[in-house]
């Protein structure tokens, strides 16, 4: 006679993975039964025994929670196993909905099939187990004295035991596995029964009269099933807690007897209170997350609106975090962050709440906050802790916050709203230059909102391929040869038409864009130089405009060389054209750029020269191969004799440095031959050509090699 297959059912509406499922199972020795809805299941639950239910979460009509916890709450099916097949298991609220309804574990979606077969196998063995115990129980009573020390240690290693009250004879018995595992410290052991009060005495004091009250009001409603929870000492001298579940037997109605078990749920409690805080704290700080912060923040408006007080909210937001990940690695940036928690929770009040909210923004909130000067003060103090020196790796990292803040109720009336408005606030003290807090105002709203826009389509213009490259000629003054290019960069916006870099390149900067839009520009530059140099045998030098974030991220010159051997450009055709201003910003970290830059064969352009520092110190070592004199000197040089004093400095000196010297902004014939006669080497402006596409550009440069001199020229 072969033996009878236990049963799984694989409860899911598709039938393509009912199919999947069930070919992967083929594998067990188990019998498959299907279900396409939860109705259907408990249908089939009535009819079969199973020894495991596989079950989908989201279903038509009635979902997997709603079949769990039916089941759950079954006195006669809530020992059967529920295992949720589900895309959401890395969801820990998912994860706790699923363990309140019922389930006793989860496998992810896609599945993987050894997963899978594992898990089903140990239930399956499992429930082997519970059917050679019931066909045991017939004989058990022949056999309990071979097998009582047998079924004391499995009980042992469960955890769970045994008591009962028989209540007419006053007597009582709890298997020795429960008084040693439960009652070790507080059931005094006797060789006979113990009176009926004897079990709720040898719980602990403050647990006796909630489950006396307990059962007294079950004896009272005749109420057959009891459960509850209740704290122990373990064998250990731990605390821990148990689950016990208990049947009165009523007679005549009158309770006559108590048959309970007792089972150690400790683990399960704390991987509940684990996942709980898993669910509400942020991983890396241990503050609370977004998720907490809502909640804490909706709590305080419960309060201010019973005292009649005010809630602030303040949102932190790191100063060039992403700069320090970048330099110095996110292990770094981590521990920077946790270093932040820390020195906000010094700040922070006992009763206010310091959360992490993602990223490198942080939030605080303070209940009872009387006026803005006060809360000013506590954002100070924020400030002044956050921008002092973190020692990280051995060395010392600076950073700063910026801060905003807003009031409730005066600024919002609910999380979201007065979230929003501190985010704005925050918004406005980046842009009002950095480490600094801002308070909300409603006037400001308008502005940055406007902003802000402007900011996320700046993103969605990269995605989108909204940018190009203009080009504009550089002409030796003497020979009149085009030798080099400059690519200057426009915004083809759809509305707007083209938009001029001085209105989104400061924009870019600040929102971190700067660094995929720079890179961006030198890939296209090059891909454009390198097609020239193949289709039209032109060596034109490109030159290419850099920013000082760029130049302080470890990740520029890799780029960079990435680039050139992708689009096999020669470095040496490379210009790179950085400011006084990005030189001054952090000279050893630029000067080591620049370094590495010159080490590749590219040359380096000293753009806008004049405007800034002007710094001889950092000329001599900057080693730059060209000097770039800014258009506010070119424009006057024929009526102002201070500018052309200016500027025949600055051929001299360039020229006893070695270097090129670009005059920028040439619009007219006359300014052309003044800077001739002053041994400039290298002109360029709107006299040659404005900034031209690239196809304009050909056709311009085409025209102009032909001609030899441009008949503009012969014109002025």
């Known amino acids: 006679m072969s033996a009878v297959l236990p049963k799984i059912l694989v409860v899911d509406d598709f039938i393509t993975n009912l199919n999947v499922i069930g070919e992967i199972l083929s594998q067990t020795e188990a019998e498959i039964i299907n279900a396409r809805s939860g109705p259907e299941a408990l249908g089939l639950a009535l009819q079969h025994d199973f020894a495991l239910i596989l079950l989908d979460v989201n279903m038509p009509l009635m979902d997997g929670y709603e079949v769990a916890q039916i089941l759950s709450s079954s006195r006669v099916y809530s020992s059967i196993p529920i295992i949720f097949i589900s895309a959401s298991v890395g969801d820990p609220a998912h994860r706790k909905l699923g363990y309140e309804s019922g389930a006793i574990d989860f496998i992810q979606k896609p599945i993987e099939e050894d997963v899978l077969v594992s898990k089903v196998n140990i239930f399956l063995d499992l429930y082997n187990q519970k059917r050679h115990l019931e066909l045991l129980r017939d004989d058990l009573e022949a056999r309990v004295d071979e097998r009582t020390s047998e079924l004391q240690r499995t009980q042992k290693l469960a955890r769970v035991g045994g008591w009962s009250i028989d209540l007419e004879n006053k007597t009582e018995r709890i298997c020795p596995t429960a008084r040693e595992l439960f009652f070790s410290n507080t059931f005094a052991e006797s060789s006979g029964s113990e009176p009926v009060t004897s079990f709720f005495h040898a719980l602990q004091d403050s647990e006796q009269a909630r489950v006396h009250d307990l059962f007294q009001r079950a004896y009272k409603d005749q109420l057959h099933e009891v459960e509850f929870e209740f704290e122990f000492l373990d064998e250990n001298d731990c605390q821990g807690t148990a689950f016990s579940a208990a049947t009165v037997t009523f007679e005549d109605g009158a309770p006559i007897a108590i048959h309970g078990s007792v089972m150690d749920i400790t683990e399960r409690k704390l991987a509940e209170e684990s996942l709980q805080h898993t669910a509400t704290h942020d991983a890396l700080t241990g503050l609370p997350n977004r998720y907490l912060f809502k909640d804490r923040l909706d709590q305080a408006f419960l309060r201010a609106d019973r005292s009649g007080g005010s809630v602030a909210i303040l949102l932190l937001d790191l100063d060039f975090f992403k700069d320090i990940n970048d330099t110095l690695g996110h292990p770094a940036g981590d521990t920077l962050l946790t270093e932040v928690g820390h020195r906000l929770m010094e700040i922070a009040r006992a009763s206010d709440t310091v959360a992490r909210l993602g990223g490198d923004e942080f939030a605080i909130i303070c209940d009872d906050m009387k006026d803005s000067e006060h809360i000013g003060r506590i954002a100070q103090r924020c400030i002044s802790s956050l921008e002092k020196p973190y020692d990280i790796n051995g060395g010392s990292v600076l950073s700063g916050c910026s801060i905003g803040i807003a009031f409730y109720p005066n600024d919002g009336d609910n999380a979201d709203e007065l979230t929003k408005h501190a985010d704005l606030a925050l918004y406005q003290s980046k842009t009002n230059g950095r480490n600094a807090f801002q308070l909300y105002d409603k006037e400001m709203s308008a502005n940055i909102v406007l902003r802000k826009e402007r900011e996320n389509r700046l993103h969605l213009a990269l995605d989108q391929n909204e940018f190009e490259l203009h080009y504009q000629p550089q002409i030796t003054l003497d020979t009149k040869e085009v030798v080099g290019v400059e690519a200057l960069i426009r915004w083809a916006h759809p509305d707007e038409g083209l938009v001029p870099p001085n209105e989104f390149i400061s924009l870019a900067e600040e929102s971190g864009l700067i660094h995929d839009l720079g890179e961006w520009v030198i890939k296209e530059a090059c891909q454009t130089a390198a097609r020239w140099r193949t289709m039209h045998g032109r060596r034109l030098k490109m030159a290419v405009n850099v920013s000082a974030l760029q130049l302080r991220s470890d990740a520029f010159v890799g780029n960079v060389a990435r680039i050139l051997g992708r689009e096999h450009y020669p470095g040496r055709l490379l210009e790179i054209e950085v400011t006084e201003s990005a030189i001054f910003s952090d000279p050893e970290k630029t000067q080591a750029t620049l370094d590495e830059l010159r080490d590749m064969g590219i040359t380096i352009a000293l753009d806008d020269f004049g405007t800034g520092y ?62 001739t006669r002053c041994s400039c080497d290298i002109g360029q402006g709107y006299l040659f050509s404005r900034p031209l596409p690239e196809k304009e550009f050909l056709a311009w440069l085409e025209q102009y090699e032909a001609e030899q001199i441009p008949a503009a020229l012969e014109a002025g």
């Open 614 to 675: 002007s710094s001889l110190t950092h000329l001599k070592h900057l080693r730059a191969s060209t000097l770039k004199i800014d258009r506010s000197f070119i424009s006057n040089i024929l009526e102002d004799h201070n500018d052309l004093h200016i500027a025949e400095k600055m051929i001299e000196l360039a020229q006893k440095l070695k270097m090129k010297v670009v005059a920028e902004g040439i619009e007219t014939l006359e300014q052309m031959e003044l800077l």
